[in-house]
C-alpha cells in the first residue's frame, strides 16, 4: 500500500519541504508502505530524494490561484484530483492546500501552521504591505471557509503543541496528535572540540533582536548566518556540511526568533551537541530546548543577554551536549516516522 504526501512545493532549504522528504524516507525504511510525494511543483535535486516516488503536477501556484484559495476555493486544486484514488492514505502536509479535502473525505491533514497567521505578524505586514491590505478584509471569511474544509478530514495531526494550539482556535478542530518534523540525526556529529565562539540564525528578510545581537556582539565571539550583526563574521552562504561543522565547532547557538511553529535550526543544533539559547515564549523553539538541560530560555532580552554572556565567560556542565543529543534524537526520522505510522495503523483498525 501507498502513503501519498500532498504538497503545494518542494524547494530546497525549505522546512516543509524536507519534512514531508524525511517522512518519505522514514516510510521506505522502516515500513512495508511505499511512499509517494505529490507536489503542484518541484525544484528540488533529484539527488536530494532518493529513489522516493515524485509526481510533479507542475501546476504551481501563482499569486491569483493563492488569493483564490485564500477566499475558500478549491478550484485551484484540481489538479490534484486525478492523483486521489480509493487505494491508499492520503496526507496533506502543506497548510495552503487544505481545500483538497473538498475532493476526498478520508485524507488526513498535517498542519505545519494556520496558513493566514502571518497576516497577524508585524514584520510580514511591513515589508509586504499591499498583500497584507488586500488579505486583511478576508482573514475571517478565510477562517470560517478553512474551518469547514478541516472539518472534513478523517483526522488532523499538528507538527507541534503551538501549531495544534493555532489550529484549535482558528479551524475549531483540535489535532489528534502532535508529529514532529523528523531531522536525520545521523548527519550531525557532536564534538568535544569547542571553539569559543557563539552560532546566530536570522530569518533572511526578517531580523529580529539586532541591536541585542549587537551588543553581544562586542563582548563574544560571533558568527552570524541570515544577516549581518556588526561586529560578527557574517557567513551569507554555507552548505549543509559547513553548517553541520558550524553547530559542532559552536559553544552555543542563538536563536533570537519571537515566534515560530517548529523550528529545525534548535533541533540540529542540539543534534550536533550544542545547547541553544531562545526566549521562553517563541513557541516551537521552547518545545524542543528543555530549559537549562540543552539549553536556556529567556523570558527577555535582557535575561537573553545575561545567559549568552554567563555561557561564553563559564561554560556548561559535560553532559549538556550529551543531553542535547539525546533530546534531538526524539525528533529523528526513525522515531517520528514510528509515531506518524502508529497513528495510521489505528486509523486502519
Do not use: C
Request: hydrophobic share 40%; aromatic share 12%.
Amino acid at each position: 500500500m501507498k502513503i501519498f504526501f500532498l504538497t503545494s512545493h518542494l524547494k530546497e532549504r525549505d522546512g516543509a519541504s524536507r519534512a514531508i522528504i524525511n517522512f518519505s524516507k522514514g516510510i521506505k525504511q522502516i515500513s512495508r508502505y511505499e511512499p509517494v510525494i505529490i507536489s503542484l511543483s518541484t525544484s528540488i535535486g533529484v539527488n536530494k530524494l532518493g529513489n522516493i516516488e515524485i509526481i510533479n503536477i507542475d501546476k504551481g501556484l501563482g499569486l491569483l490561484s493563492s488569493f483564490r484559495i485564500l477566499l475558500g476555493s478549491p478550484s485551484p486544486l484540481k489538479p490534484f484530483k486525478k492523483y486521489l484514488h480509493d487505494d491508499g492514505i492520503y496526507i496533506v502536509a502543506a497548510d495552503d492546500i487544505i481545500p483538497v479535502s473538498e475532493f476526498k473525505d478520508d485524507l488526513i491533514y498535517w498542519s505545519q501552521g494556520v496558513l493566514t497567521s502571518v497576516f497577524f505578524w508585524e514584520p510580514f505586514i511591513r515589508r509586504n504591505k499591499l498583500v497584507s491590505a488586500l488579505a486583511s478584509p478576508f482573514l475571517l471569511y478565510n477562517a470560517i471557509k478553512f474551518s469547514n474544509f478541516v472539518k472534513k478530514y478523517k483526522v488532523v495531526l499538528a507538527n507541534s503543541k503551538t501549531s495544534a494550539v493555532y489550529v484549535s482556535l482558528f479551524y475549531n478542530r483540535p489535532p489528534k496528535a502532535v508529529v514532529y518534523p523528523p531531522l536525520n540525526t545521523d548527519f550531525f556529529k557532536p564534538s568535544k572540540n569547542k571553539e569559543k565562539f557563539v552560532l546566530v540564525f536570522l530569518k533572511r528578510g526578517y531580523p529580529s533582536h539586532v541591536d541585542l545581537l549587537t551588543k553581544i556582539a562586542e563582548k563574544v565571539k560571533m558568527k552570524s548566518i541570515g544577516y549581518k550583526i556588526p561586529n560578527a563574521e557574517y557567513l551569507e552562504r554555507v552548505s549543509d556540511e559547513e553548517l553541520r561543522d558550524l553547530y559542532s565547532s559552536a559553544l552555543v547557538t542563538l536563536y533570537p526568533i519571537d515566534f515560530e511553529y517548529y523550528g529545525y535550526i534548535p533541533v540540529e543544533s542540539m543534534a550536533a551537541g550544542t545547547p541553544v539559547i531562545a526566549f521562553r515564549y517563541s513557541g516551537g523553539p521552547a518545545e524542543t530546548i528543555v530549559d537549562g538541560e540543552t539549553g536556556w530560555l529567556a523570558s527577555d532580552e535582557e535575561e537573553f543577554y545575561r545567559l549568552t554572556i554567563k555561557v561564553y565567560n563559564e561554560g556548561y556542565p559535560e553532559d549538556t551536549s550529551v543531553k542535547s543529543r539525546k533530546r534531538a534524537e526524539e525528533f529523528s526520522i526513525q522515531n517520528q516516522t514510528k509515531l506518524l505510522l502508529s497513528i495510521i495503523e489505528k486509523l486502519k483498525a
